[in-house]
């Protein structure tokens, strides 16, 4: 059986003070109410070694938001996936609409930092979408398709393991626009039957297919029921733990 997961991205908000206060009130809901899906918080690098350490005796596991595309050495401002994965921290968010758009990372350079990411040990929650653009012509299928032949799927068999895939719609992110379940499901039935091709039906079946974009407590049970759709991505409702609580309650 996949897994099944709920994963916070925190984005650029929080300070370390109130990242710890966050994480802290996280970790004791669920320590008092067990979730039924794996949890993961992905955060600013400044966050990381500190969380990591809070809750390593917890159910939460810790993602960064991105990792250098180069290994080590001159590169001011970078931080590599093996500095990422020294905090204990083991996922990293990758390929993120908002990455792609604002600091213009081509499938190119998410390639070179899935590969690092992997060779680091990490795991990688690696996201793909389409633009309202492309949507209205009908192009999201085209678009995921050529986001994973991009920067993906060159992996072994064995690296795919430690994949999981989140569908973000950039029109639905951030805009209080959610795709509906059906519309959902659909894409997400799609990405699997690509995974299958490359990969096959079995590994097909393992692959955790997060959906991202607006999904919060009230609309999170009716796209988790679909048969697709694995958990979710979630960015403003991971800023609150009982919002937060709220979508990990889906799976309950
Ligand atoms: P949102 O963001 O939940 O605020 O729409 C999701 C994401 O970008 O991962």
């Known amino acids: 059986m996949r897994k099944k997961i709920v994963a916070g991205n925190w984005k650029m908000n929080k300070t370390l003070q109130e990242g710890v206060a966050l994480a802290t009130e996280l970790k004791d809901i669920l320590a008092a109410e067990k979730p039924n899906c794996e949890v993961i918080i992905g955060t600013p690098f400044i966050h990381l070694a500190t969380l990591s350490e809070l809750l390593k005796d917890s159910v939460i596991a810790v993602s960064a938001e991105n990792c250098a595309n180069k290994a080590s ?9 093996a ?21 213009h990372e081509t499938p190119e350079i998410l390639k070179e930092k899935v590969d690092l990411a992997l060779e680091n040990g ?27 032949a991009g920067s993906v799927f060159h992996l072994t068999p064995e690296q795919w393991k430690n994949i999981v895939i989140a ?39 393992e692959t955790s297919i997060l959906y991202g974009g607006s999904c919060k407590a009230s609309n999170a049970p009716e796209l988790f029921s679909k048969p697709d759709i694995d958990g979710g991505l979630i960015g403003g409702a991971s800023l609150k733990a009982p919002d937060f609580k709220g979508i990990i309650d889906a799976w309950k």
């Open 73 to 81: 050495g001159a590169y001011t401002g970078e931080v590599s996936a």
């Open 122 to 148: 990490l795991k990688v929650i690696f996201c793909i979408g389409e633009s309202e653009a492309e949507r209205d012509n009908n192009q999201q299928e085209a678009v995921c398709k050529a986001e994973l």
């Open 83 to 103: 500095m990422v994965k020294s905090t204990g921290a083991e996922y990293v968010i990758l390929g993120h609409s908002e990455r792609r758009e604002y600091y």
């Open 167 to 205: 569908y973000e719609p950039i029109w639905a992110i951030g805009t209080g626009k959610t795709a509906t379940a059906e519309q959902a499901e659909e894409i997400h039935a799609y990405i699997r039957k690509c995974v299958a091709e490359v990969y096959g039906a079995e590994m097909a079946d």
